[in-house]
């Protein structure tokens, strides 16, 4: 072995394997005396490696089995070396072994059993991939677009697995709406969620009362003793599956306050449309626009915003009457006891008790069924901004790969977005070295 061969088998650090020859090719696999001229994407590096230790059996990891086969030669993608593909090339055997029925591939310990890239590389596309279009770091890599797929995959999977999941305490419960598109056999899914982390725990087809029931039955007794809180929004389904399970009877259910102020929210919208959309053209020129002044917070208003906003709201008493109540239900749910968390609600529920219009009558009978478990945000203050947050991050995979036709595959990156964001060196080190103590059980995707 020459000098060349002792320092890239160095490099390559790849134990039980030395390299016994390496070579440049063109794109069309013919060999290259130099690599001088041609541009670094038309050339390719290729290292030959040979066995130095006995071969593992890919499900024990036991060493000195019967060799069943010695395949051909493969080639597995690595990590480009000075901006120019690099290939790996082994000979890997087949072994019959001892202590497990069938004969099987050999464990290698740059690849993954049955994948077509090492361990390292689909490491370092999967932290690219977290921050890119897939399609985008394909093109930077000359690869398909499924390929990348596949390798991001089978990172994030290495990473679920080596992981210890924090117990369960404190739950969110959400939905989101899939599209028009995509062939889903329903058009919501629902997520449940650790408030503690904000990640993403189990997702499922569907916002029934069934759809929870089915995540409730995938938990033992004493992941359901654990579970102290579940924070929703106003939908009784949720509640429902939570409250009729018997071993879920010490748990608080608390309304996100989200979706308490979207009620409110929408009761107001609705008086806006009732004054100035539906009362003639002059009215809808006058109000054209303004319905950002109304859903904003007040207290975020600069002084020409509040100005516009008293001028719109003169035109019609029951439209500043809910615009007032909306923005006191803003404070009281932001009460830190529930004595005086109480005695707000409770007054708004008085002032909107005897209203003859339609929008803050429903409001009111939203308020007054769901009332203990608004009123329980100030016995707990859980933080159910984790659970907006979520859905953020979900727009913005969303957006950034187009749509995702594996809903399984999306919500493990969505899991791996939330629990482990790569946001410095430390981070994507540990990630990294993943594909150096990934065991030989642990198979690709």
């Given amino acids: 072995?020459?000098?060349?061969?002792?320092?890239?088998?160095?490099?390559?650090?790849?134990?039980?394997?030395?390299?016994?020859?390496?070579?440049?090719?063109?794109?069309?696999?013919?060999?290259?005396?130099?690599?001088?001229?041609?541009?670094?994407?038309?050339?390719?590096?290729?290292?030959?490696?040979?066995?130095?230790?006995?071969?593992?059996?890919?499900?024990?990891?036991r060493a000195r089995q019967k060799v069943h086969e010695v395949m051909a030669s493969r080639r597995w993608r690595d990590l480009p070396a000075l901006n120019v593909a690099t290939f790996i090339e082994a000979t890997p055997l087949r072994l019959q072994c001892s202590h497990c029925p069938g004969s099987h591939v050999e464990a290698l310990p740059f690849a993954s059993h049955g994948a077509r890239m090492s361990r390292r590389f689909e490491q370092q596309l999967a932290v690219e991939a977290s921050?890119?279009?897939?399609?985008?770091?394909?093109?930077?890599?000359?690869?398909?677009?499924?390929?990348?797929?596949?390798?991001?995959?089978?990172?994030?999977?290495?990473?679920?697995?080596?992981?210890?999941?924090?117990?369960?305490?404190?739950?969110?419960?959400?939905?989101?709406?899939?599209?028009?598109?995509?062939?889903?056999p329903e058009r919501f899914v629902t997520i449940i969620s650790d408030l503690e982390t904000g990640e993403p725990r189990w997702w499922g087809f569907g916002r029934r009362e069934e759809t929870v029931k089915g995540w409730l039955?995938?938990?033992?007794?004493?992941?359901?003793?654990?579970?102290?809180?579940?924070?929703?929004?106003?939908?009784d389904p949720f509640r429902a599956a939570i409250q009729?399970?018997?071993?879920?009877?010490?748990?608080?259910?608390?309304?996100?306050?989200?979706?308490?102020?979207?009620?409110?929210?929408?009761?107001?919208?609705?008086?806006?449309?009732?004054?100035?959309?539906?009362?003639?053209?002059?009215?809808?020129t006058i109000g054209r626009g303004a319905r950002w002044l109304f859903l904003k917070a007040n207290e975020r208003l600069d002084k020409a915003e509040k100005e516009q906003l008293a001028f719109l709201l003169g035109y019609n008493g029951a439209l500043a009457r809910g615009y007032q109540l909306k923005e006191e239900l803003r404070h009281v749910l932001q009460c830190k006891t529930r004595r005086s968390m109480e005695a707000g609600f409770d007054r708004i529920l008085r002032r909107t008790q005897a209203r003859r219009c339609r929008p803050l009558r429903a409001l009111h009978e939203s308020l007054r069924n769901h009332r203990e478990r608004i009123l329980a945000l100030a016995d707990h203050r859980?933080?159910?901004?984790?659970?907006?947050?979520?859905?953020?991050?979900?727009?913005?995979?969303?957006?950034?790969?187009?749509?995702?036709?594996?809903?399984?595959?999306?919500?493990?990156?969505?899991?791996?977005?939330?629990?482990?964001?790569?946001?410095?060196?430390?981070?994507?080190?540990?990630?990294?070295?993943?594909?150096?103590?990934?065991?030989?059980?642990?198979?690709?995707?």
């Fill in 131 to 184: 921050g890119a279009p897939v399609a985008q770091v394909a093109a930077v890599h000359g690869l398909s677009w499924g390929s990348v797929q596949r390798a991001e995959l089978a990172a994030l999977l290495r990473w679920a697995a080596n992981r210890v999941e924090p117990p369960l305490r404190m739950l969110g419960i959400d939905e989101k709406w899939l599209g028009r598109r995509g062939k889903w």
């Fill in 217 to 235: 039955a995938t938990l033992s007794d004493e992941e359901k003793a654990r579970i102290v809180l579940a924070a929703m929004d106003m939908h």
């Fill in 244 to 284: 009729g399970d018997p071993k879920l009877s010490h748990v608080a259910v608390v309304h996100d306050p989200f979706h308490v102020m979207k009620r409110a929210n929408q009761a107001v919208d609705e008086l806006r449309r009732e004054v100035f959309f539906r009362a003639g053209a002059q009215r809808r």
């Fill in 382 to 445: 859980p933080p159910t901004g984790r659970i907006e947050a979520l859905n953020n991050n979900w727009e913005t995979l969303i957006r950034r790969g187009r749509g995702y036709r594996n809903l399984n595959y999306f919500f493990l990156k969505l899991r791996f977005m939330t629990a482990n964001p790569l946001r410095g060196r430390g981070t994507i080190s540990r990630f990294l070295a993943l594909a150096e103590t990934a065991s030989p059980l642990l198979k690709a995707a």
């Fill in 1 to 61: 072995m020459g000098q060349r061969n002792v320092s890239l088998t160095q490099l390559f650090a790849l134990e039980g394997w030395k390299v016994a020859r390496s070579w440049f090719e063109n794109e069309a696999g013919v060999r290259l005396l130099s690599r001088h001229g041609l541009p670094h994407h038309k050339v390719r590096l290729v290292v030959h490696l040979e066995r130095e230790c006995a071969a593992r059996c890919v499900l024990c990891g």
